[in-house]
């Protein structure tokens, strides 16, 4: 007990001090229940009280005790009971010090519950804001991506980074299994494209029920296609990739960096940031999907064509050569024998020229062997020698013109200047063809200009081979234009020269069409 008990129920100045000291205390006090061990602590160190506890406002009352109320916003909250102690009964001055407790503790327990209201609602603004930087960040990683793994290679590495996991897999759902579409951090590149069965898995109950989880303890219960490639995690957090209802897979990061287990922020923030990258993976799946479509139209396209070479140009000599020997088989005299085989044998020579060429057609030895410059001047010569095309070129690829790009990148060039070209003899019935092909370091720019007949660009399917022209070229990452009119058609490509090619998605590649 601070000073002597007074009767009077006047406080000395040192007990009004004491008590003034006390509630500045507790006003600074934060926590709601440490404030209220605090008013305990303080009630019975200043009145001497035997013990002090606070209880409801209708706690029947003791004589033996002495009650005051503590008062919050004008009404009874709570009361504080002080017991006699073993100096005395408690008196006057001691009902005035609980009193003044009392008021302070009413008024620090209000200051402190909107502290800590005001404290929920700043973390709660912090997660948002922290959900909202999330799904922003994975936006703006992702933007104008459309290459599927491209897209989940992204996810999966920002992913990680959101929740400073060990590592990350993406699975992707495929009917009645998942398969790992995409990892980053600590995690063998061998379990990319493997595939588990959804059922009986953590990720499969996740992918079925649409909500997250956290698992904990994982070490004594392994994951058996991680432990089989010597990951062993300790911890888990689930998130399901969804969007407009549709489960798409999951996002499963393991073992924190700064600890193991994984915190509910963590599971937010890797929920919003699957939330927005939902949306990509769709539509990365669905321009896959188109891309694919386009490629096997292409293809069935480039198939028609050959087959019709085959039957019009070399099925239709063989069937004469056949019609040939039949005949001279019957003749008696030898003169005729003679010119009849060495007939045979022309026109044996003839096919086999013209098979010799289709299948370079199909794919120039030149081209692997030599590169692109030799390859496009057997094609020019060939194309001279069997139609008559009147072709000026200008292939320049770096100093003597002997410079290699990737592989794909001349692959690329060469069919776009041979479907161009084929498409001027055939279809075009031009006379004169120019082609230019400059390296420009960083990309390479090809020209093609004729003077046939032209046609309406606007028609992929009167387009002469440019939907398979146009899918070379974006898989490449560049740009192609074309304009046609009744005085020709010129063609204008660009491709990176590197392996680097840009997204695929990015507007500056599309293909444009145009009528002159």
């Excluded at 013990?51 to 706690?59: F, G, Q, R, T």
């Excluded at 951090?185 to 649409?210: D, H, K, Q």
């Excluded at 689930?238 to 963590?266: K, S, T, W, Y």
């Excluded at 009849?340 to 086999?352: K, S, T």
Aim: net charge negative; aromatic share 2%; charged share 30%.
């Amino acid at each position: 007990m601070i000073g002597s008990r007074q009767t009077e129920g006047i406080l000395d100045e040192a007990q009004l001090r004491h008590v003034s000291e006390a509630g500045r205390l507790l006003v600074a006090q934060r926590d709601p229940e440490r404030l209220l061990e605090e008013l305990l602590d303080h009630a019975r160190e200043l009145t001497g009280a035997g013990s002090a506890e606070v209880l409801a406002p209708d706690a029947p009352a003791d004589e033996s005790s002495l009650d005051v109320p503590i008062v919050i916003g004008g009404a009874p909250w709570r009361v504080l009971r002080l017991a006699d102690g073993c100096d005395g009964e408690l008196g006057e001055a001691d009902r005035e010090i609980s009193s003044m407790l009392a008021d302070w503790a009413g008024i620090a327990l209000s200051n402190a519950w909107l502290y800590r209201d005001t404290d929920e609602r700043r973390i709660e603004l912090e997660r948002s804001i922290r959900e909202l930087e999330a799904t922003s960040e994975i936006a703006r990683v992702i933007g104008g991506e459309t290459r599927l793994d491209r897209v989940l290679e992204l996810i999966a590495g920002r992913s990680r980074s959101l929740v400073e996991a060990s590592g990350v897999l993406i699975l992707l759902s495929e009917g009645d299994e998942l398969t790992v579409a995409a990892t980053a951090g600590n995690v063998p590149r061998e379990l990319t494209g493997v595939r588990m069965p959804a059922r009986r898995s953590a990720a499969g109950r996740v992918l079925a029920s649409g909500e997250p989880e956290r698992l904990d303890g994982l070490e004594s219960s392994p994951d058996l296609l991680l432990a089989r490639h010597g990951v062993h995690p300790r911890s888990a957090v689930i998130v399901p990739l969804m969007v407009r209802g549709v489960r798409l897979g999951v996002i499963e990061a393991f073992d924190r960096v700064g600890g193991p287990q994984f915190r509910v922020d963590d599971e937010q923030l890797l929920l919003a940031a699957a939330a927005s990258a939902a949306g990509a993976v769709a539509t990365a799946q669905s321009v896959e999907r188109e891309r694919l479509r386009r490629s096997l139209a292409a293809a069935e396209q480039e198939r028609s064509r050959w087959a019709r070479e085959l039957h019009d140009d070399t099925l239709q000599a063989l069937g004469g050569l056949r019609v040939l020997l039949s005949s001279a088989r019957r003749r008696q005299d030898v003169p005729s024998l003679h010119a009849a085989l060495d007939g045979a044998v022309e026109q044996l020579r003839q096919e086999i020229a013209n098979l010799r060429a289709l299948i370079t057609e199909l794919r120039p030895a030149a081209l692997d062997q030599l590169g692109l410059a030799p390859a496009l001047e057997a094609l020019f010569e060939r194309i001279r020698d069997a139609h008559g095309l009147r072709i000026t070129s200008g292939v320049a690829l770096g100093e003597g013109g002997g410079r290699r790009l990737a592989p794909e990148i001349e692959t690329v060039v060469y069919r776009v200047v041979q479907e161009s070209l084929t498409n001027a003899v055939r279809h075009a019935q031009a006379e004169r063809v120019r082609v230019e092909v400059r390296d420009r370091r960083d990309d390479v720019r090809v020209s093609i200009h004729d003077d046939g007949h032209g046609f309406d660009v606007r028609e992929p399917s009167r387009g002469f081979g440019l939907s398979g022209m146009r899918e070379r070229i974006a898989l490449a990452g560049g740009r192609l234009e074309i304009s046609s009119s009744g005085s020709g058609t010129e063609i204008e490509a660009v491709v990176p020269a590197s392996r680097a090619a840009p997204a695929a998605g990015d507007p500056k590649l599309a293909a444009v069409a145009r009528p002159a």
